[in-house]
């Protein structure tokens, strides 16, 4: 059914909006048509690779900052620690860096402030995609707007400062980029509003971080479990970096870690549904789905479905990627961790960058096993994340 949803003629469900829009706004997540196209326009240069190359310092950065204090908290006797709050944190860090280059205590700020909101908005999934759900939970929807206006505020005076500073395209992180471009733009009259700036932010923000730090907080999980790829995985950043740091131009050549990385995509999906609603009567085969249709694409059951992938479905085999990108699937639109046609993710490379970064310099200070404490319950709150933590057992190298 997937393969008939490319074209125009599918745009976002209502309720979809409606539930999300505290996070996004009308961010590119949410915009449609000639809007999107406008959008769309103005943000993809910012993802360029020269410029992503100008933030892997950042990733460095944090990630060396979060193992040093990994190291010193096992010298003063504790092992266990919770990979994905600690990750969490740190891509937290490094998408406030990226995005407006600003200090984690400034983009902290804005952080817990969406996490809360995401809380109150998700935790139960009852009411999502459900029409007049906000009367149903006049509580949930207050809370929601108070965190909404209080984010705004933050991030609205970031982007004043910003486009009132001298140097206000100068930086190199995604704000400064997306000034750039509407810099340019602006003389084609397509240029973003402020309002629409703040937006951008914002799905950048929530878009950006946790998504990433699930694909790694889950990838530690299948390597505990799996200790043979982590010493896979290790040979080929000796091979690749030798004695050296980790640079931007090498990381390419990490071919197994992108198999790791799209298996971890595959068994748990940080996405865990894509949303298409149509526009008009559309014919998919022999069926017409008329307008108006709401249809919720369920990755994680496509993911997992032995049709698609064969008998091994729920192992992890990352070799299933070697010389394939669709990893063995029998389906091409079967693997769609980073959704399909013209809205496909635009971070995808972004987070690509910041795993392969995040994860060099993580195995090669540790190794990972399961701690008895962990007990495995992948919940889709929003994205899909154990719902009890992941504490893992961590071994300097
Ligand atoms: C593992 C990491 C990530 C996953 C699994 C992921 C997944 C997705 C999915 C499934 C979509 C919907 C695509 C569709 O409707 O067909 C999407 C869209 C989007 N993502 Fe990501 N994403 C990730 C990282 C990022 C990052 C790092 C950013 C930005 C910094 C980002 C920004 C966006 C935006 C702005 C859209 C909307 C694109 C559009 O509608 O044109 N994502 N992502």
Not at 213 to 231: C, G, I, K, V, Y
Not at 265 to 291: F, G, K, T
Not at 334 to 349: D, E, Q, V
């Amino acid at each position: 059914m997937s393969s008939g949803v490319m074209g125009k003629s599918w745009g976002k469900p209502q309720v979809f909006k409606q539930d999300r829009e505290p996070m996004f706004g009308n961010g590119l997540v949410m915009v449609e048509g000639d809007e999107w196209v406008r959008h769309r326009h103005v943000i993809t240069p910012a993802f360029s690779p020269a410029n992503l190359k100008a933030m892997s310092s950042l990733m460095v950065e944090s990630t060396t900052k979060m193992l040093d204090k990994w190291a010193a908290l096992i010298n003063s006797g504790s092992q266990e620690i919770d990979v994905e709050r600690e990750i969490t944190a740190t891509a937290g860090e490094i998408i406030a860096k990226t995005s407006f280059g600003i200090s984690y205590e400034n983009g902290r700020k804005v952080f817990e402030k969406l996490r809360a909101m995401q809380i109150t908005l998700f935790k139960s999934n009852r009411y999502v995609g459900v029409p007049f759900s906000k009367l149903m939970c006049p509580g949930k929807t207050l809370e929601a707007k108070k965190l909404g206006k209080e984010i705004d505020a933050i991030l609205l005076t970031i982007v004043r400062a910003r486009k009132s500073s001298n140097d206000r395209c100068g930086q190199k992180d995604l704000l400064g980029l997306l000034l750039q471009e509407n810099g340019v733009d602006g003389r084609l009259g397509k240029m973003l509003t402020t309002r629409e700036l703040v937006d951008e932010c914002k799905t950048f923000f929530f878009g950006g971080h946790e998504t990433t730090a699930l694909a790694l907080s889950w990838t530690l999980l299948l390597l505990a479990r799996h200790p043979e790829w982590q010493n896979h995985l290790r040979e080929e950043i000796r091979g690749v970096t030798g004695d050296k740091e980790i640079d931007f131009t090498k990381l390419a050549g990490l071919k197994k870690m992108g198999w790791v990385m799209n298996e971890v995509l595959r068994l748990y999906s940080p996405a865990p549904n894509v949303q298409r609603q149509a526009r008009e009567d559309i014919q998919v085969d022999d069926l017409v789905i008329p307008n108006g249709t709401n249809m919720w694409i369920d990755v994680v059951a496509m993911h997992h479905d032995p049709k698609l992938w064969g008998d091994d479905v729920n192992e992890f085999k990352p070799e299933r990627f070697k010389d394939d990108l669709y990893g063995g699937c029998k389906h091409k639109m079967g693997f769609l961790p980073f959704g399909f046609g013209g809205r496909m993710c635009i971070g995808r490379n972004l987070t690509m960058m910041e795993y392969k970064i995040v994860l060099t310099l993580v195995l090669t200070r540790f190794s990972f096993s399961i701690s008895p404490s962990y007990s495995h319950s992948p919940a889709i709150v929003l994205s899909l994340r154990p719902s009890n933590g992941l504490p893992l057992i961590v071994t300097p190298l």
